[in-house]
């Protein structure tokens, strides 16, 4: 269930924020004052640590002057924001901020700048500080589409210039909208320029979360398998058609396949886990705890996510924009394959599901991500369309605000280990023979075909793509990078 902050939260905890906004916005400041303000304010109110923060305790300042003094110590508003964490990198690993808005409300929805060529990057065996880079997957209708790019391809320069791990940034993702890629042999780790050099463009793109839908017949085994990429409201209608065809089809097995699913909504992580069920209409996915203002000020039933046989999407308006039964499949037992990529959105999928059904995972760690966020903007109540929405920036905040757990109050910061935290097997990618996503050519996917079929773990030689660090990925580069986020809504 899509998850909204009530009108009696905007009502208690806001009411003073409106009379400070009000006697701020009578005051002359700068624009920059204004924006320090939106994010303490922001911070104060809803950040999950807020009282670990000396700076954002309710007494911190005692009038405006002492306040001002205090952030203009700070060179931009990130630098201010980044202050306010606890423990960043350590115990607060994932809250951000932006500077367009706009930008992180597209990527919400799988809208960004891109030329469709989805990647990971990854340390030489026998270097340091070289890195290369592997295509994942390509979007359809892209720029990279058009230019034959493929799964599998690997490169190592930009521009002519060697990846390292201190100027990929710049190269891969910075202004540029045209770029080079310069491609390579694989030898083992250690690429070599193969003489085959590609321009791309970036344009911007809605990606399909939806990647690959489609049934296996293994003997008498009807296997569903689906390539879900991001947890995007937009897609749910699309998620649930996929689900109407597995059910149409009569399969006893699915497959999720996680691996590249950095997060993303709560509420389509809960259609998800509803699909895949269906016998625990109504009982408990998962539960949120957020800080201590939050929750003294709305019922406990707010803070929980239930298992639910209905699609019911709003807009900011509260407008209904999707209506529709979830097609559920009543499994008992759901194989997911994961990587170092899956995180957030898709470990709830995992979490929550492992309360009620037997749960398998083939692949690697997982990332660990626990929390979520929400959206805070600069207007009287911290959103989008909330009054008085300051239009002289487009700095918004994705602070962390809750910690979630499935209906055991478990979860797992640490991550989820295929055969450790849960049965399954270990298994990396390996990035000189990636195969066909959806086909048996797929390591990954082949592997979990057989443990479906056979029972049998197996031992396999993995050594070639563990001796190897992933470092970035693509989508780390977006806004949401392994966001999970719950919607404000007035």
């Not at 405006?64 to 001002?68: A, L, R, T």
């Not at 499994?331 to 194989?335: G, N, Q, S, W």
């Not at 600069?378 to 911290?382: I, K, R």
């Not at 602070?399 to 109050?409: A, M, R």
């Given at each position: 269930m899509?998850?909204?902050?009530a ?6 905890i ?10 701020i ?7 920059s004052d204004?924006?320090n ?9 809803y950040?999950?640590?807020q ?6 305790a309710d007494n911190?300042f005692?009038n ?5 003094s205090?952030f203009r ?6 630098t201010?924001?980044?202050s306010l964490l606890?423990q960043?990198g350590?115990?607060?690993r994932?809250?951000?901020m932006?500077?367009?808005y706009?930008a992180?409300e597209?990527?919400?929805q799988?809208i960004?700048l891109?030329?469709?060529m989805?990647?990971g990057?990854v ?19 892209s720029?990279a589409?058009?230019k034959?790019i ?6 190592n320069?930009?521009n002519g210039?060697q ?7 710049n190269l ?16 083992n780790?250690?690429p070599?320029?193969?003489g ?11 990606e399909?979360?939806i ?9 008498t085994?009807?296997?569903?398998y689906?390539?879900y ?6 897609f749910d209608?699309?998620l649930?058609?996929a689900f109407?065809?597995?059910?149409a089809?009569?399969?006893?097995e ?5 691996r590249y ?7 389509s992580a ?7 069920t ?12 957020w ?5 003294s000020?709305?019922?406990a039933?707010r803070f ?9 999407n ?5 407008n ?7 097609n559920?499949?009543g ?5 997911f ?6 995180a957030?959105?898709?470990e709830?999928v ?7 059904i ?10 660990g991500?626990?929390v ?5 903007y ?5 959103l ?6 300051n239009?002289?920036h487009t700095?918004a905040m994705q ?11 478990e979860n ?5 280990t295929p055969?450790?935290?849960?049965p ?5 990618e390996n990035?000189g023979?990636?195969g066909v996503l959806?086909?048996r050519?797929?390591?990954l ?9 056979t029972?049998a ?6 050594k ?6 992933e470092?970035f990925?693509s989508k780390?580069?977006?806004p949401?990078?392994n ?6 809504k007035?």
């Open positions: 899509k998850k909204h902050i009108s009696l939260l905007l009502s208690i806001f009411i003073t924020i409106s009379c400070e906004k009000k006697e916005d009578s005051l002359d400041v700068p624009t204004k924006i303000k939106f994010i303490w304010t922001g911070m104060n109110t950040y999950l640590w009282k670990d923060v000396p700076v954002l911190r005692g405006y002057e002492d306040f001002y205090y110590g700070f060179s931009s508003p990130e201010a924001f980044y606890n960043p350590v115990v607060d994932f809250s951000v932006v500077d367009d706009v992180l597209n990527s919400f799988g960004s891109n030329s469709g989805e990647f990057l340390r030489y065996v026998n270097s340091s500080t070289q890195i290369f880079g592997y295509v994942r997957y390509v979007l359809p209708n720029d589409a058009n034959n493929s799964r599998g391809m690997i490169f320069t930009v210039t990846l390292t791990d201190s100027n990929f940034g891969l993702f910075g202004e540029n909208s045209v770029y080079t890629i310069g491609f390579a042999n694989y030898n780790g250690n070599t320029s193969n085959i050099s590609i321009s791309l463009t970036k344009t911007q793109l809605q399909n979360p990647a690959v839908s489609k049934v296996f017949t293994e003997g085994k009807k296997i569903g689906l390539m990429n991001q947890f995007s409201s937009s209608g699309e649930n058609t109407a065809n597995f059910k089809e009569n399969i006893n699915l497959i999720v396949d996680l699913n950095g997060g993303g909504s709560v509420q809960t259609y998800l886990g509803s699909m895949i269906g016998q625990f209409n109504g009982q408990l996915y998962s539960k949120e705890v800080n201590s203002k939050v929750l000020a709305l019922p039933s929980v996510n239930n298992f639910t046989n209905q699609i019911r709003v807009d900011s308006n509260g209904v924009i999707l209506n529709q039964s979830i559920s499949l499994l008992t037992k759901v194989y394959i994961v990587s170092s990529s899956t957030s959105a898709s709830l995992i979490n929550s599901l492992s309360a009620y037997d749960v398998q995972l083939v692949g690697n760690k997982t990332v991500k626990q979520g966020s929400i959206t805070l600069d207007s009287d109540n911290l989008r369309n909330g009054p008085n929405l239009t002289n700095y602070p962390i605000v809750l910690e979630i757990s499935n209906k055991d109050n797992h910061p640490e991550g989820f055969g450790t935290s849960l399954g097997v270990l298994l990396s990035f023979n990636l959806g086909e050519s797929d390591p996917l082949d592997r979990t075909l057989t443990l479906i079929t029972g773990k197996g031992i396999f030689d993995t070639t793509s563990l001796v190897q660090e470092i990925n780390l580069a977006t949401t990078r966001n999970m986020y719950v919607e404000v007035n």
